[in-house]
């Protein structure tokens, strides 16, 4: 609930709205009372004969109608107008408040002398309640759009900070989850604690003191009716609160189960796993409808509740008020109006009361990803710059991901400026890692990165990260146009991109396609092969112009003859652009000026193709399929 109220107050522009909100709920309130008085006017009338001549009197006699004549005719004119019948009434009898009101009314509009006055009265109120309804309803959707949209940014904004770490333990389905539905819930939730914590309050004191005006008899039936009111709402409120917690959780894992089958549907059809995908999804649709059946009994069996206990007193006091009190029927009309605008929001205090748990769970939710805080962070001195005349080193580098073996050990290389290196070892030795360290996306557990022996940490992540050209494993491609896809938000000109895609053999195709460079790619570029998005890839790291280019199996997905313009492009830039090339297809790396050999996350051998051939059985194990060897030449004799 802090949390929520935290929220709340957080911007100026909340605060103004709520403070409009506020003002226009009250206006409102007052309206409602207003248009129940002007309908209680309709079916008041003017003083009976048997209240003309006295209250409590069950017959009259000629001498006391007399009597009362010349009581009321002081002027002894020998005619009683209305206005006179009428100022003697409220003289003799104890005018309620109603009639004080419409006395005073009367004093500035004749309403009992022209109909078109009291028809005027009728309308203003319907119209005051109109507009202050809309100026309250209005004012409720501005602050909740602002407050979806404010939310749904900071935690983008603040996503994005987050390390690398954070999204290997956290569901992308859940996270996308938490950015759309639970920012609106939120915004429900405030809007509801100002309904039951401003609104509802002012709307019943103000009401409740109007009806102790009327009758304090009558008012104080009310009390004892309060505690089978409350009693319900607390009980709904705290079951809502629980199941939605439960609720909100199990719809992050439905949304993680949609994703992965969107994302893996080639892998499910190729496999034929149809069933097994709808099983794993139907389990968690009925576990998920199980939940929000219990929320939906507790969230629809208040209003029942309340409406009953709430007609039931209604009845009484209309019963202890009429034959009890003998009040006229326009104070007891009004009267029951009133308890009907208290009765209102109190009927909705339940229902809001779910809302603000619901906004409260879904803030607890938000606020586990808000308080992550981010690993990596810039120094206040850090940077802006890279300096490179010498070399990159890795210095006794060890790093795990969690808690599980360190998928590093003690590795130590250096690349010189201009030299081109591969890594390349088995699968799942660590080659990867080493990419995701150089560009600080993780921290090394051990030793240290250095840039001209200096520690990246000593230069932002920016900068590292524009100081670095990468081609990752996996290319992403956004629903954008093929230019604006090599741009990658930068300001470069279409030379340039066309440069840069030439230099990446991908100009071939991108003409080919119905409006070339403009051309709008499908959501992640699943309109083209697995080569065609690489050579995208290639040409976004190109046109940045990067001191160092970092290929991470960037040619994996290349056929041959792509393949070799690759090489081709890579010889050239061999001596001005410094290379680091993890591969597995060997003979993309024949070229290298040296070569590294990962192995269980450890260096196993440093060289050039030659040496390692002749040195390193790991190396001649990978390499022994891409060349013709010796037949007596063999792996265990070489050391």
């Not at 409720?140 to 994005?160: A, G, N, P």
């Amino acid at each position: 609930m802090n949390r929520l109220i935290r929220i709340a107050f957080a911007q100026k522009i909340y605060r103004f709205l709520m403070i409009f909100t506020l003002i226009a709920s009250i206006l409102f309130t007052i309206a409602s009372q207003l248009e129940v008085c002007s309908l209680a006017l309709v079916v008041k009338k003017g003083p009976d004969f048997f209240e003309f001549c006295g209250p409590g009197k069950e017959h009259v006699t000629k001498e006391d109608l007399l009597k009362k004549w010349d009581q009321v005719d002081e002027n002894k004119t020998g005619i009683i107008t209305k206005e006179d019948l009428r100022s003697f009434t409220e003289k003799q009898t104890n005018a309620g408040l109603m009639d004080k009101g419409i006395a005073v009314l009367q004093k500035w509009i004749p309403i009992h002398k022209s109909a078109w006055a009291f028809i005027s009265v009728l309308v203003f109120a319907a119209l005051f309640k109109a507009i202050t309804l809309f100026a309250y309803r209005f004012g409720t959707k501005l602050f909740t759009i602002h407050m979806c949209r404010d939310v749904r940014q900071k935690y983008f904004e603040h996503i994005q900070s987050l390390p690398m770490s954070f999204y290997h333990s956290h569901n992308i389905g859940a996270l996308s989850t938490r950015a759309m539905n639970d920012a609106y819930v939120i915004a429900d939730g405030i809007h509801s604690a100002l309904v039951n914590y401003v609104q509802t309050p002012f709307a019943v004191l103000s009401t409740l003191a109007l009806c102790f005006a009327i009758s304090w008899q009558l008012s104080c039936l009310i009390f004892f009716g309060l505690p089978i009111l409350i009693a319900p709402i607390i009980f709904i409120a705290r079951r809502i609160r629980r199941l939605s917690w439960q609720l909100q959780k199990k719809q992050e894992a439905f949304s993680s189960v949609l994703v992965e089958f969107l994302r893996g549907v080639q892998t499910i059809k190729l496999y034929a796993m149809e069933a097994f995908s709808l099983k794993k999804y139907g389990e968690l649709n009925n576990a998920m409808a199980h939940l929000e059946k219990r929320n939906a009994r507790y969230d629809t069996s208040s209003r029942p509740v309340l409406h009953t206990v709430a007609m039931f007193i209604l009845v009484t006091i209309i019963l202890f008020g009429l034959w009890m009190l003998r009040l006229p029927l326009h104070e007891v009309v009004f009267y029951c109006g009133l308890l009907m605008n208290v009765y209102e929001p109190v009927k909705k205090f339940s229902e809001e009361s779910g809302r603000i748990q619901r906004g409260a769970a879904a803030c607890d939710r938000l606020y586990e990803v808000l308080d992550e805080k981010p690993t990596i962070v810039d120094d206040n001195e850090a940077l802006t710059k890279i300096p490179f005349t010498t070399s990159i080193a890795f210095n006794d580098v060890s790093f795990g991901y969690g808690n599980v073996n360190p998928v590093l050990s003690s590795i130590s290389f250096e690349v010189k400026k201009g030299e081109t290196i591969a890594i390349v070892g088995p699968t799942g030795g660590g080659k990867s890692t080493i990419v995701s360290l150089l560009a600080r996306l993780f921290e090394p557990q051990k030793g240290s990165i250095t840039i001209d022996g200096n520690p990246i940490q000593q230069f932002t992540q920016k900068s590292l990260r524009e100081f670095f050209g990468i081609v990752p494993q996996h290319s992403f491609l956004f629903h954008d146009t093929v230019s604006e896809n090599i741009k990658f938000g930068r300001p470069y000109t279409e030379e340039q991109v066309q440069g840069a895609a030439k230099l990446a053999h991908a100009e071939e195709f991108i003409v080919k396609l119905p409006e070339g460079y403009q051309t709008l790619l499908a959501e992640a570029g699943k309109t083209l092969s697995g080569g065609q998005q690489q050579r995208l890839a290639l040409a976004r790291a190109l046109i940045k112009d990067s001191p160092v280019l970092v290929l991470d199996e960037a040619t994996s997905s290349l056929d041959s003859a792509s393949e070799l313009h690759i090489k081709t492009i890579l010889k050239e830039l061999k001596g001005n652009v410094t290379q680091i090339i993890i591969a597995h297809r060997l003979s993309t790396i024949e070229d290298a000026d040296r070569i590294i050999v990962i192995e269980g996350g450890q260096k196993v051998g440093d060289g050039t193709k030659e040496e390692l051939l002749n040195s390193c059985p790991t190396f001649r194990r990978l390499w022994m399929p891409h060349i013709d060897v010796q037949p007596s030449l063999k792996v265990e004799t070489i050391c």
